[in-house]
């Protein structure tokens, strides 16, 4: 280990500093809550690209996913599969169509302000509901990144678990706290570059110190011959490749992901992100994967077992590099970890400022009280989600999957409904959305037979039946202002049409305010 090296920890400083000092800069440039939000829909499309990427790929990245290489092989390679075809479908289908349909159903600045919006529910369940979700699931998905930075400082410096989390959780706050939207993005990108460039550079020269591709292969045969074949998902039956390629149905209702649609400068410049995307996602699972095989037979014969496999990457940047650039790459799994951190602190304190504090407690509050309410809400969940990473037996993998799969089945039909099926009703969307997240949440606490299934499977599919099944029983089904404004979009979409906020559609009831 190359504990308390003063290198590192120099490059360590240098590198959050800069993040720091990103925060301050947006903090003067913050006037309204739709800026801390949305940065005033005006991300580029390298942006827009990097940031969303980065902020999907957290430490799971470049600790859980190379951990679970590391113990089950090529098996893995069907979760890098599932992901990237999710990514993919994510940006070609719902991408270009969100950032339409939030502009001109009252220009909905949150996920689950566009619910309200899209299907005109007064009664504001759908926006409370979906708050609610969001703020159960970004608990568990913001504790994990936390862990992940424990696991960083613990390993990497010796320093204890409980003093680690608090040093990664104030860096996280702070820029967080100080430039809101345009902050993390930018952030984001800084730090998606750093990450695909650890993430590429490092397996590539333990290969090649291992004497190369060749030498690596026998050596890993010699292990156990089963560790390349990627096949061994289908020992146990169809459920562990089916579990694995289901991660990608969790794209569609990721919130961080999908606000980086809603803030690209227009929808023209989608397609031009979603090539970088694509490019930046692709290589970053492939050589994820990579990473954990490699270091198999790179730590030959010692092996990590289940509770050190996601410190793998950890333990070959140390052990092949000089500490200046061991510096650099550890700095990517920060940056891993503080790229998903600081998205899902904004969008949860996003969705208690302007869909419960403004809906329930205060319905005249100013623009300036918003921007320090969601200021204070970030300070507020990050103190919970420390609570809840505080053990030191955490997966960061584990924490995850459980916050993925409840996203994934609560919002993913709901979007993709909401999207594409006109007579999606405000009940059947409603009651998709309950059943999704209810279904993970049960699914995770049962073991054994058809439950060893990825919760994410029975809580989308179960979710698209209630969603279709409601809605279809609906009698009034939905207004005829809902059914105008939905054509209006597509006609938008399939002509090439750009939306301006003279375009937005004027609510008959202000939603927003009521």
Request: with cysteine; aromatic share 14%; proline share 3%.
């Amino acid at each position: 280990m190359v504990s308390d090296n003063f290198s590192i920890i120099l490059v360590f400083t240098v590198y959050l500093l800069f993040m720091i000092g990103i925060g301050i800069l947006y903090y003067k440039k913050t006037e309204n809550l739709s800026d801390y939000i949305l940065g005033g829909r005006k991300l580029n499309s390298w942006v827009t690209a990097l940031s969303s990427q980065a902020s999907d790929m957290s430490g799971w990245l470049i600790l859980g996913v190379p951990g679970y290489a590391y113990l089950s092989g090529m098996e893995s390679i069907w979760l890098a599969i599932g992901l990237t075809a999710g990514t993919y479908l994510n940006w070609k289908f719902v991408a270009k169509k969100l950032r339409q349909y939030t502009e001109i159903a009252g220009d909905s600045i949150t996920i689950p302000v566009y619910f309200e919006n899209r299907f005109r529910d007064k009664s504001h369940s759908l926006r409370i509901i979906s708050s609610i979700f969001i703020l159960i699931f970004f608990l568990l998905y913001t504790s994990s990144g936390l862990v992940a930075g424990g696991k960083l400082f613990n390993t990497v410096f010796g320093i204890h678990y409980q003093q680690a989390l608090l040093i990664g959780a104030l860096v996280i706050i702070s820029y967080t706290f100080l430039g809101g939207f345009m902050a993390v993005c930018w952030t984001d990108f800084f730090q998606g570059m750093l990450m695909v460039f650890a993430i590429v550079f490092v397996p590539l020269a333990v290969l090649k110190g291992m004497g190369g591709y060749e030498s690596t292969v026998s050596l890993i045969e010699s292990i156990d011959p089963q560790l390349l074949n990627p096949w061994t998902a289908l020992a146990g039956g169809s459920i562990p490749l089916i579990s694995n390629l289901a991660w990608g149905l969790g794209y569609f209702g990721m919130p961080h992901i999908l606000v980086r649609f809603m803030a690209i400068e227009s929808p023209e410049k989608i397609k031009k992100a979603r090539i970088i995307a694509m490019v930046w996602v692709t290589i970053s699972l492939f050589f994820a994967v990579a990473i954990g095989i490699i270091g198999r037979a790179y730590l030959y014969p010692e092996f990590l077992g289940d509770g050190g496999s996601e410190t793998i990457f950890m333990v070959m940047v140390n052990n092949t590099f000089t500490p200046i650039i061991a510096g650099i790459f550890l700095a990517a799994i920060l940056a891993a970890i503080m790229s998903t951190a600081d998205s899902q602190l904004l969008v949860a304190a996003s969705a208690f400022t302007e869909d419960i504090y403004r809906i329930t407690l205060k319905k005249n509050a100013g623009e300036k009280e918003l921007v320090w309410m969601g200021r204070f809400a970030v300070i507020l969940i990050s103190a919970i989600a420390y609570v809840i990473a505080r053990d030191p037996n955490n997966s960061v993998m584990g924490l995850v999957s459980y916050a993925w799969a409840g996203f994934g089945a609560a919002f993913g039909p709901v979007i993709l409904f909401s999207l594409f099926w006109r007579k999606t009703t405000r009940n059947g969307a409603l009651g998709g959305m309950i059943v999704g997240g209810l279904v993970v949440i049960i699914w995770k606490q049962l073991s054994g037979g058809i439950f060893d299934m990825y919760e994410i499977v029975p809580g989308f599919i179960l979710s698209c039946i209630t969603l279709y099944t409601i809605s279809i029983l609906d009698k009034e089904g939905p207004a005829e202002e809902i059914l105008k404004e939905f054509d209006r979009v597509n006609h938008i979409a399939l002509h090439g049409m750009s939306t301006h906020k003279e375009d937005t559609i004027p609510l008959k009831t202000d939603l927003r305010k009521s």
